[in-house]
């Protein structure tokens, strides 16, 4: 993404309109979208991102056990 903006409008039917039919600035047509969407696609991201980093640390922990001769296979904890 290239850069956002913040834009208010006065009222729940003026975001609407401009959600649905976008904005048009120096000849480029720009997407509009609601504030809490972004937020919601942004939160979900970070649930990912969470869901990953915690398989990351159990593979690290389980190589660590592996090397010290405390579990026979990494995979065995991870599934």
Do not use: T
């Not at 834009?7 to 720009?30: M, P, Q, T, W």
């Not at 970070?46 to 980093?53: A, I």
Request: proline share 0%; no cysteine; aromatic share 12%.
């Amino acid at each position: 993404m290239d850069n956002r903006w913040l834009v208010k409008v006065n009222s729940d039917e003026a975001a609407d309109y401009l959600v649905r039919v976008g904005f048009h600035l120096y000849n480029r047509h720009i997407v509009i979208r609601h504030y809490y969407d972004v937020l919601m696609d942004e939160y979900k991201e970070y649930q990912e991102y969470l869901k990953h980093e915690k398989r990351l640390q159990l593979m690290r922990q389980g190589m660590v056990d592996v090397a010290q001769g405390l579990a026979e296979d990494i995979e065995d904890d991870l599934v």
